[in-house]
T-cell receptor
Framework: QQQVKQSPQSLIVQKGGISIINCAYENTAFDYFPWYQQFPGKGPALLIAIRPDVSEKKEGRFTISFNKSAKQFSLHIMDSQPGDSATYFC???????????FGSGTKLNVKP | EAQVTQNPRYLITVTGKKLTVTCSQNMNHEYMSWYRQDPGLGLRQIYYSMNVEVTDKGDVPEGYKVSRKEKRNFPLILESPSPNQTSLYFCASIQTRGNTEAFFGQGTRLTVV
């Protein structure tokens, strides 16, 4: 049973558009929600992360929206660029650093 | 430069032939972890280590072993590889002081025939 469910599996967005990727979780003990970006042939790299005491975190064109009551969080990429084309993973962990539970990934393709 | 180094990057082997994938980090992290990445399944944890000589199973440990004799190294051992272990493997080193972050290696693509 997957602890973190991610959608969509793939996403095509025009340059300049908004990319939105959604994740949902069940375990209310999770207290750290990172997003990772992975380019082909590379390992995932941390993009942005949020803790459940805030509802939104913004870093440049990337924003995480967090809805604690719905147990959902999403990544918004504003003004999407072809260089953003990558696979994105949401994840969740508890306060013990032992384990990150990853979503199944979203392959984003930003068309010029 | 902060790095997690995995070797080899690519490996094709035959069923039953023991192999080791090495992982080394230069950040003095206590926590390290191994994941496998399969299409549609994301990254699934195989084993993790909280410090030297302290390891434990993740979600998919069957067919794998690990050891942590030194803080910087965390090798993944497949004693008798089988075709269902064909996958992309990632080692991660986890920063726990300040901002929590998992640093991943470049990955090892393993094919077992």
């Amino acid at each position: 049973q997957q602890q973190v469910k991610q959608s969509p599996q793939s996403l095509i967005v025009q340059k300049g558009g908004i990319s939105i990727i959604n994740c949902a979780y069940e375990n209310t003990a999770f207290d750290y929600f990172p997003w990772y970006q992975q380019f082909p042939g590379k390992g995932p790299a941390l993009l942005i992360a949020i803790r459940p005491d805030v509802s939104e975190k913004k870093e440049g064109r990337f924003t995480i929206s967090f809805n604690k009551s719905a147990k959902q969080f999403s990544l918004h990429i504003m003004d999407s660029q072809p260089g953003d084309s990558a696979t994105y993973f949401c994840a969740a962990s508890m306060n013990n650093f032992n384990k990150f539970y990853f979503g199944s990934g979203t392959k984003l393709n930003v068309k010029p | 430069e902060a790095q997690v180094t995995q070797n080899p990057r690519y490996l094709i082997t035959v069923t039953g032939k023991k192999l080791t994938v090495t992982c080394s980090q230069n950040m003095n992290h206590e926590y390290m972890s191994w994941y496998r990445q399969d299409p549609g399944l994301g990254l699934r944890q195989i084993y993790y280590s909280m410090n030297v000589e302290v390891t434990d199973k993740g979600d998919v440990p069957e067919g794998y072993k690990v050891s942590r004799k030194e803080k910087r190294n965390f090798p993944l051992i497949l004693e008798s590889p089988s075709p269902n272990q064909t996958s992309l493997y990632f080692c991660a080193s986890i920063q726990t002081r300040g901002n929590t972050e998992a640093f991943f290696g470049q990955g090892t693509r393993l094919t077992v025939v």
